[in-house]
């Protein structure tokens, strides 16, 4: 069954609109084209077009033609009182019908069922969309509300050399990917390249900030993963000590990276002194959230969690050890930073061993951040006993990256153990990959060689671990 639809048409942007018509070829449209001026009107014809010609604004000639029930009538005219006359025409003939008018003088019409398209403000959208460092967002799709964006993912962006898996989709997505001028869809392990063209489907005010995330160069940590840090301290489990040491530290870190806002969760008070300490941080970026109906740690980090824009989770090395922590941790796939009993300011250099994680370079980018944001030097740890093809192939993309950000990198080559070997090291801060190996690791396993379950032996530095596929 075909669609009738009545376009009252006159004027230049009528007659690109009657080719459009004609070259579209959609047969389930039924098109009656009214019209006055025969230059318009194209030269090709087509079985599923009919057309009329006499003056759109008659109203006893238009009246005619709604013999017959029309699904749409659309309004494309070449100037104001031809417009308000047409539709004021239409309505008398059908009160209910969908009315489409092409608007160029902000008009104003009483009623309902109708839609104005506003010429200019459609115009300057277009233009705008061939600025650089401007989102593209689909007009004629869905909503046409931003809710559909098309971004280009620059050299430098964070996002560059990361499989999508790794990043962390909430309220939006990644829809498809377009690279070459083809088209890919998006799967956990493809990987984001420079120039990558990212189609986003979300909630139109995440897809700005996505948008910007994209488009900064490395620096912009905890993005992409959220806005916000989150610092837990449990007072039962750590001495006074080792907590002003920790909230010292996540303080530091919040005024290094680019979180909006620190929340500073404790649980089990049972100091009122060093929680005075901890409160007098509370102010306009930094929140000190108190626990005093001791729940359960579980119970406190998922509901925070839930209602935050979290992308780093600050805790204690000795609450780290707690496997039901990691595990909690691990499912939620966010950045976490181990801290030890010692200053994080004093650090100086962030090293990452390499292993046999082919995931490492999912976290390449990440590791440029950190050390970007906190002006420390960056080495990567290549232990020569468990060396391979694919170790070099992880230095070589490093070293790549190190080019794009302009930001060297040293390799320090060993053959005895690196756990022994950073363990007599002082300021240090050591990156891993958040795998299954850190979320199960045990001390009870002493045959284990793979550095990344062996982190525990490392407690006494700093430690970022980073989710990944």
Known sequence: MQTHVLVLADGIVAKHLLQRIVKNQVTNNLYHIVYNDPTIKPSESAENILYYHFDPTSFVKLSRLFNKKYNEVVIVLGNKIDTVASFENVRRLDNNVNIVVLDRWDLKFPG???RLLNANEILANRVMDYFPNVPVIAQ???LG???IMEVLVPFGSSYVYRHIGSIEQKNWKIAAIYRNNKLLLPTPSRMIWPNDILLLIGDPDVLKNVYRSIKREVGQFPMPFGTNSYLLVDMEELSPKSIRHMVLSGVYAHSRFKDKKLFIRVINPNDIGLLQFI???DGDTIEVMVDYR???????VQEDLEHRRIGLFMLHHKTFMKK???????EMKIPVFSLADSSLSKIKELELILTKNQKLETISSIVFDIAIQLKISLKLVEYLEQSSTQTQEIIEHFENLANIFSKPIAVEKTRSNPI???RSKTDLLLVYPFSQKVAQATPLNPFCTDP????????MHHQMFFPVT
Do not use: D, I, P, T
């Not at 001791?294 to 406190?300: F, G, H, P, R, T």
């Open 452 to 459: 990344e379950a062996l982190f525990y032996k490392l407690g």
């Open 279 to 281: 409160k007098n941080y």
């Open 145 to 147: 509300l931003g809710e």
């Open 324 to 330: 039901h922590c990691r595990s909690l941790l691990y």
């Open 112 to 114: 309902r069922n109708f």
């Open 420 to 422: 022994r070997m950073l």
């Open 294 to 300: 001791y729940k359960s740690l579980q119970q406190n």
């Open 140 to 142: 004629n799709v869905g």
